[in-house]
């Protein structure tokens, strides 16, 4: 069964501060891994989406890494801002359309 | 990217009763799904709504519980019959341009159902 996990389940940050997050999939066969944003009380945003062939990405403050031989991603967030408070979800694709979520990572950023 | 509307934002409903939630894309696209995000948990796929033909159901959801339409590139809507509190969730449509694996897929804003 292809699989997607998240650690940590839940982090507090505080506001300037970084922080990375970790995600470990099984899927098979790898397609593409993306990385969301999902707001409370709405549907998920995307941030990065990276193919076998790329091992780092960056959107603003957000880089993603992948090792596809190790099937290990991470997001990291530089300088937090209160407003990256939001769950961050790890979804992994196989060769097709359809896409595996991770449970995700709550981040809360406090002043 | 694209911009997803979904109608209702949220509902309450009472038990055996039915609730239709409406998406509406911005432009045509390929791809839309239905999705469950059921209370601390993260996104289930319920189906691939197909344009002109029978929506695609993944395992554990059926056609008689969550009729699915498409009548257009741009609309379809997501029924929930006969509910009961375990329906309690919220409700996503996404939506991908292509049908290309890469493609980013985009999420509308969910409905939040409860079932009383």
């Known amino acids: 069964k292809n699989q997607v996990e998240q650690s940590p389940q839940s982090l507090i940050i505080l506001e300037g501060k970084n922080c990375t997050l970790q995600c470990n999939y099984t899927v098979s066969p790898f397609s593409n891994l993306r990385w969301y944003k999902q707001d409370t009380g709405r549907g998920p945003v995307s941030l990065t989406i990276m193919t076998f062939s790329e091992n780092t990405k960056s959107n603003g403050r957000y880089t993603a890494t992948l090792d596809a031989d190790t099937k290990q991603s991470s997001l990291h967030i530089t300088a937090s801002q209160l407003s990256d408070s939001a769950s961050y979800i790890c979804v992994v694709s196989a060769d097709d359309y359809k896409l595996s979520f991770g449970a995700g990572t709550t981040v809360t950023v406090r002043a | 990217s694209a911009v997803i509307s979904q109608k209702p934002s949220r509902d309450i409903c009472q038990r055996g009763t039915s609730l239709t939630i409406q998406c509406q894309v911005d432009?045509?696209?390929?791809?839309m799904f239905w999705y469950r995000q059921q209370p601390g948990q993260s996104l289930t796929l319920i189906a691939t709504a197909n344009q002109g033909s029978e929506a695609t159901y993944e395992s554990g959801f059926v056609i008689d519980k969550f009729p699915i339409s498409r009548p257009n590139l741009t609309f379809s809507t997501l029924t929930v019959s006969n509910m009961s509190p375990e329906d309690s969730s919220i409700y996503l449509c996404?939506?991908?341009?292509?049908?290309?694996?890469?493609?980013?897929?985009?999420f509308g804003p969910g409905t939040r159902l409860t079932v009383l």
């Open positions: 996404s939506v991908q341009r292509s049908s290309t694996a890469t493609d980013t897929q985009y």
């Open positions: 432009s045509q696209v390929t791809m």
